[in-house]
């Protein structure tokens, strides 16, 4: 079935999909008559104007409703109860047990879209755990990632696939044995184990990242003006649902550019999502439900500890934007060797407080449960990465609506 994109005088409504296929369409017309296309309308903000619709061949669509036929406006008014922030979703999210039990060995329900959970930051979350550490303390501290024998336990109801300079590591089901494709393993044991324990549909971890890198230069998000390292502002060209990291940019900056992490990072994770079913078997739709964010070692050197908070806003907007997920919510960790003194970690608090992103983003204070410092990655401590990893995945299912 064909379509033809709203068009405003300024922009174009082009977003990459990221959403579900649509069910009951109806027939939209542009606010000049000219244009129209079918689609089921998904979310709507009488407040703001702003809707959703799923498109006839599955793309998800966002925009305001000044781009709409009289007639539109007026079915948006009288049909669409429901703001974007407070839509029905089809996944429920169960509380979580005293103690999570072991996974049941089944795979989950692909009828229902895979829940997609981006992850990014640096060291802390590429994760350098040890595996062999953690097996020989996992019975009595962490009894979910081994069967009753102490082999590891796999869950087939969560895909873990890590991007690292845009190269895949790692794409299978998880497990602690080998988290990041080298062997080792970061915070994505523990949240995956309590996502895939907590909701009742699919769920991936998407992980891309590197070392070393700084919010304040290479991973400055696109909508960042002036909050850089000595004022600098996003340098690429890149556009949302198009990321790519830029030759022409890089030529002009020495081979480097603020923002040139993000493209890299944010491109490798839009480019899997594409090809979905090569990294969730059999997975035909999907939704991207939140991101985890573990970084900032790099920030006092590199970046701009001053406007960390700002960063972290432009970061979370600019992802809910390149990832056409404007409910997902986002959860930070702290670094281990912080207190809620240390300037970097308050400024990770005023941004989660702030009240626009009120119940839609938190911090996981992560120095009560680490060892050593993120500089040194905790020395492999496989007991601070799955801390760690536990309290973000509790955080984000409490976000989520479970408790």
């Known amino acids: 079935m064909k379509y033809s994109r709203l068009l405003s005088t300024a922009t174009a409504f082009a977003f990459l999909f990221f959403g579900n296929a649509a069910a009951q369409a109806r027939t939209w017309t542009s606010s000049d008559g000219v244009r129209t296309f079918e689609g089921e309308l998904k979310t709507y903000d009488p407040e703001k104007g702003a809707l959703t619709v799923i498109l006839a061949n599955g793309k998800s669509l966002s925009f305001t ?12 008014k009288e049909q669409g109860k429901f703001p974007a922030d407070k839509a029905a979703s089809a996944t429920s999210v169960k509380a979580l047990p005293d103690v999570l039990p072991d996974p049941d060995g089944k795979e989950a329900d692909m009828s229902k879209p895979v829940q997609v959970f981006i992850m990014m930051g640096q060291s802390n979350m590429l994760g350098f755990g040890n595996a062999g550490q953690l097996k020989g303390v996992a019975a009595e501290k962490y009894p979910y990632v081994v069967d009753d024998s102490g082999n590891w336990n796999v869950r087939k109801d969560v895909r873990n696939v ?16 080998n988290g990041n494709g080298s062997g ?28 070393n890198r700084a919010l304040g230069w290479d991973l400055l998000p696109p909508s960042a003006v002036g909050t ?12 949302s649902g198009d990321r790519k990291v830029s030759e022409e940019v890089k030529a002009k900056n020495g081979g480097w550019y603020a923002g040139l992490q993000y493209d890299q990072d944010v491109g490798a994770a839009q480019n899997a999502l594409k090809e979905l079913a090569k990294y969730y078997p059999e997975a035909t739709k999907f939704e991207v439900a939140g991101f985890f964010w573990w970084q900032g070692e790099a920030d006092p050197a590199k970046g701009n500890v001053e406007t960390y908070d700002k960063n972290l806003a432009f970061l979370f907007n600019d992802l809910k934007k390149d990832f056409n997920a404007p409910n997902a919510k986002f959860v930070c960790a702290t670094l281990g060797e912080h207190d809620k003194s240390a300037p970097l970690a308050q400024k990770m ?13 938190t911090v ?3 120095k009560p449960v680490s060892k050593g410092s993120g500089n040194s990655h905790y020395g492999g401590d496989a007991e601070t990465y799955m801390n760690v990893g536990e309290g973000m995945g509790k955080a984000m299912v409490e976000l ?4």
Do not use: R
């Open 65 to 76: 409703q000044d781009k709409l036929s009289a007639a539109d406006i007026a079915f948006l």
């Open 162 to 177: 890590f991007f690292c300079m845009a190269q895949l590591k790692y794409n299978d089901w998880l497990t602690a044995e």
């Open 184 to 211: 080792k393993f970061g915070p994505e044991v523990g949240i995956g184990n309590y996502l895939g324990h907590a909701i009742d549909a699919p769920v991936m971890l998407l992980k891309s990242c590197v070392g």
């Open 228 to 239: 850089g390292k000595d004022g600098q502002s996003y340098q690429g060209t890149s556009e």
């Open 349 to 361: 608090f005023a941004f989660a407080e702030s009240a626009e992103f009120k119940d839609k983003a």
């Open 364 to 366: 996981f204070f992560s």
């Open 400 to 403: 989520l609506g479970g408790k």
